[in-house]
């Protein structure tokens, strides 16, 4: 303590001891793996210990591939739809629960479009095919709305906290403003609430794409015959055969995922 | 005069009253109209289906698939119990205990895991200046977008017999076996750690960005010791962090499918592939319904801990 | 404007959710994984301009939940002989008259009238072929015509064993390793069977399909495997050894059957027609390097196939292979039982 006095020692809780390394070292095994993973995607050989040298093979058998491209494909149009679909319905939600006093139901709201979320994947998923199976079975309809409704459900919980986050941020002056310059509701919205949430609902919509994009568990469960998405294709690769393709294909998906984050970080970053 | 004064007012001032209301609940029902397209997607593929596995695990299996319309209890029973095959007894359901014990103990120790690593490293992040700051919290954030496969792949990649660690340990010439890693308890947990690493650090981040050094610095100079800084300050205001970031790494764990699936070897069975199970080889949906149910039971009894933890915090601390 | 973006991608849903978008017809074929050809799918397709979707699953019982759920889409399965029956009794599969097809007349004599498909109106054969053990002999240099393999493991293979995710095999296996009949519930015997496989199973390593690059990787040392496969592996990693286990192991033919629900009935026949051809039934078994049951396929099959000793049993063993029944359900109900107690 009078050392403290004495040299006047600066305050350095900014250093616990330790926590500096093992911040770094933990930043280091986070990526380490999928560094690894990356450089062997560019492996010559298909042995998955030597690297040989640097060749885009991989790439191109995977860009070839006629079934990776179907579940690419599908995945993109899968995710694009549902993201679309989850995005509308959330800022519809969040406008209906935000920048109001607690009215009864809310709560009730709240909790089911928080409701994916809360459960375990699995459960949702084994639910889905019990549910799906019966209506298939019904009406004998097989094709991609089981697929596409089941996204959209999940995903709407993702969008839905960006932009909720964003409008309770917001300044509800510039509508009251609106509304004394008698503007009807509906220009209000499109002038003024619309443009300042925008990027709320592009976050929300990026991140229910990605959502969408990654999804394992629900897609497997829940797909027919033929409806393979890229993780469920992958998923089908990791076990059985495991070539560099695989590799080189998830390093895609990070790329893909690195673009998305950037653009993510960058809306939602800038402050007023 | 002064009579129709009063009425006047009281009827004006009640009918200003009802204006208010009836504008109310006109917002009212036009915010329930605009929550509806949600409510209906999620009535339909999430929250509806539950109902129909609630139902089902009161219901017979059907023979390899399906259900037979009876009702039984059976299957709520054969959760905890099961009758012998050879003798006949009721003992009870080994199988289905030890994975129940594993899961929550796998979830455990991830949550510590994370814990252990992400604590430092969000404090580390929140300790940065401003400008860098956000990239590191890029850097944190990237894993967490990249799909869990590619991740869980990653890791198989690394703690196989031929992998990198094993490659590495070799040449250094610290083993000359490989050593068993994969397929393995310790492969699903450390495969558990790695993937909801990043799920530990945002929350816990949040907390300690909204740390007042200040206060640190305040008792600092009162003469308490960094350790008692750490324990009396930093700690109490960072714990709602920490609580939700440890939720976030739970919860998810309990139910893992993916992870355990692949690094598991198809005999280190979770609760969501024991689950996955009966839909398959299994041949029991309602087995698979009562055991879905009782995951969802788990995790709902883990969250209100969580909460009540939480609220009894904040209580403390107001 | 925002009408019509929208009234398009509803449109745009709808189509893409009705198939066939440029072939003109389609097929779904649900198979065992890493055993359809894709050369053979490819002369398939070109030949009657069929589009197809291969989908697999990894263990008879898989296949059967899957298709028995209903709804699933698929046209085409390919399961093994002893649950054919079930399939049959479930009333999933559609009668196809096999017999009655133009290239039914290339089928092997011993496989024209089989016990699981009398009259062979359901099902064109695949494949056939052996369930053993795969054993790499870098590591253990012992006897290999043996099921304690896997059922008590020496010492150098503890810990890296792997055994495939199927029923039948494995239980028939295990069966006939303590003198026991397949198909008995003698509940005396079924309980040193359920010890043993108990026992045996924290000396196991995994109990996954997708074997080959374990093998390869070193991975696994040893384990139950299909012999066709073990020769794959053996192909790849030239010490690779498959054993004919003494005690007794299963033989099984795969069948091809159309589904009762399928949609796409007329291609699935021409499917089934397709694979009955010599040159066709050899490229499958180039593939997966399985024996198939076509008369005059040798001609087109490798080399090596004629001698390999997957293919090829010595005297002594060959009369140890039998083909697995189908075992009445309560048979079955007791073996299922313990088969998933082993899973977990």
Not at chain 3, 171 to 185: K, L, N, P
Not at chain 3, 295 to 315: F, K, R, W
Request: charged share 15%; net charge neutral; aromatic share 12%.
């Amino acid at each position: 303590m009078f050392k403290n006095i004495l040299f006047n020692r600066p305050f350095e809780i900014k250093r616990i001891p330790g926590f500096q390394s093992l911040a770094l070292f933990t930043f280091a095994c986070l990526y380490g793996p999928i560094l690894i993973l990356i450089v062997y995607s560019f492996n010559s050989s298909s042995s998955l210990g030597v690297f040989e040298s640097f060749s885009f093979r991989w790439y191109v058998a995977a860009w070839e591939n006629e079934k990776v491209q179907e579940a690419a494909l599908r995945s993109i149009y899968l995710a694009t739809i549902a993201a679309t679909i989850a995005t509308t319905a959330a800022t519809m939600a969040a406008l209906a629960t935000t920048r109001t006093k607690k009215f009864r139901g809310i709560t009730f709201i709240y909790v089911v479009i928080n409701q994916p979320l809360m459960i375990p994947e699995i459960v949702t998923a084994v639910a889905l095919l019990v549910f799906f199976a019966m209506i298939k079975i019904a009406t004998g309809y097989q094709g991609m709305m089981y697929l596409i409704i089941a996204h959209t459900a999940f995903c709407i919980p993702f969008a839905y906290l960006p932009i909720r986050a964003r409008l309770e941020s917001m300044d509800l002056t510039l509508e009251m403003a609106g509304a004394d310059l008698y503007a009807t509701p509906w220009k209000t919205f499109t002038r003024i609430t619309l443009p300042m949430i925008w990027p709320g609902i592009i976050a929300g919509f990026m991140l229910a794409f990605v959502i969408s994009l990654d999804d394992v568990v629900i897609s497997e469960f829940v797909k027919s015959a033929g409806q393979e998405t890229l993780p469920t294709y992958m998923l089908g690769q990791l076990r059985r055969f495991i070539t560099p393709e695989t590799n080189a294909i998830a390093t895609a998906n990070i790329v893909v995922s690195v673009i998305l984050v950037t653009g993510f970080f960058l809306l939602t970053q800038r402050k007023k | 005069m002064t009579t129709t004064f009063k009425i006047d007012s009281d009827d004006s001032a009640k009918k200003a009253a009802n204006v208010v209301r009836k504008a109310q609940s006109k917002d009212i029902r036009k915010r329930w109209l605009l929550s509806l397209p949600a409510l209906a997607i999620i009535f339909f593929a999430a929250a509806g289906p539950l109902l129909i596995v609630v139902i089902y695990s009161f219901l017979e299996p059907g023979d390899y698939t399906g259900v037979i319309w009876i009702f039984t209890t059976e299957n709520w029973f054969n959760v905890v119990m099961e009758r012998d095959i050879f003798d006949d007894n009721l003992v009870w359901a080994d199988a289905h205990l030890s994975i129940f014990w594993r899961s929550i103990k796998l979830s455990l120790v991830t949550t510590v895991m994370t814990a252990i690593f992400g604590i430092p490293t969000a404090y580390f992040i929140a300790t940065r200046s401003p400008k860098s700051r956000n990239i590191w919290l890029f850097l944190i954030t990237i894993p967490f977008w990249t799909n869990l496969l590619v991740r869980t792949f990653a890791i198989q990649e690394l703690i196989r017999n031929k992998g990198v660690i094993n490659k590495f340990l070799q040449w250094v010439g610290l083993t000359n076996e490989p050593i068993e890693m994969l397929f393995t308890d310790f492969a699903v947990g450390f495969g558990m750690t790695y993937v909801y690493l990043p799920l530990m650090v945002l929350p816990v981040y949040a907390s300690i960005e909204k740390l007042d050094f200040r206060l640190v610095e305040g008792a600092y100079d009162l003469y308490a010791s960094r350790w008692q800084c750490f324990k009396k300050i930093i700690v109490p205001l960072v714990r709602p962090g920490l609580i939700a970031g440890s939720i976030l790494v739970f919860i998810p764990c309990l139910g893992a499918y993916v992870t355990p699936r692949i690094l598991g070897g198809g005999h280190q069975l979770m609760f969501g592939n024991l689950i996955a199970l009966q839909f398959g080889q299994g041949k029991n949906w309602p087995l698979g319904a009562a055991l879905s149910l009782t995951l969802m039971i788990l995790v709902m009894i883990a969250l209100i801990y969580f909460v009540k933890v939480t609220s009894s915090d904040e209580k403390k601390n107001v | 404007m925002k009408i019509k973006l929208i009234s398009s991608v509803v449109a745009g849903a709808f189509a893409f959710s009705s198939s066939a978008l440029f072939a003109a017809g389609e097929l779904n074929i649900f198979n065992w994984g890493n055993y359809t050809p894709p050369d053979l799918i490819e002369k398939f397709e070109k030949e009657f301009d069929i589009k197809v979707t291969l989908t697999d699953y990894d263990s008879n019982d898989t296949a059967l939940a899957k298709v028995a759920a209903g709804g699933h889409g698929f046209d085409i399965a390919v399961p093994s002989n002893s649950y054919v029956p079930i399939w049959i009794e479930k009333g999933l599969l559609l009668n196809t008259r096999v017999d009655l097809m133009p290239n039914a007349k290339n089928i092997l004599p011993q496989f024209r009238d089989v016990s699981w498909d009398p009259g062979r109106q359901y099902s064109a054969p695949w494949q056939w072929g052996s369930t053993g053990v795969s054993v790499n002999t870098k590591f253990y240099k012992g006897d290999i015509n043996t099921s304690t393999i896997f059922l008590d493991p020496p010492e150098e293979l503890i810990g890296q064993i792997n055994v495939v995710p199927e029923m039948m095999d494995v239980m028939s296996m295990a069966i006939w390793y303590h003198g026991g009949e397949v198909c008995s519930d003698d509940k005396a015997m079924l309980k040193k069977v359920n010890d043993t496989l108990v026992a045996a199973k924290p000396k196991w390593k995994s109990m996954s399909y997708g074997n080959m690059p374990k093998y390869a990787a070193e991975d696994l040392y040893a384990g139950v495997n299909w012999n066709g496969s073990s020769f794959r592996s053996r192909l790849e990693t030239p010490t690779i050894a498959y054993g004919h286990p003494i005690e007794g192991y299963p033989l099984w033919q795969d069948a091809v059957v159309v589904l009762a629900e399928a949609k796409n009935v007329e291609n699935a026949k021409i499917f089934q027609n397709f694979i009955m051809l010599p040159e066709n039934a050899a490229m499958m078994s180039a593939f997966a390097r399985y024996a198939n049951g076509i008369a005059g396929s040798e001609q087109y099959m490798p080399a090596d196939m004629l001698t390999a000793p997957e293919i090829v049993v010595p005297e002594e063993l060959a009369a140890k292979g039998k083909f697995v029944e189908t075992c009445p359900p309560e048979v079955t109900n007791i073996y299922t039982k313990i088969w998933t107690n082993l899973m977990k």
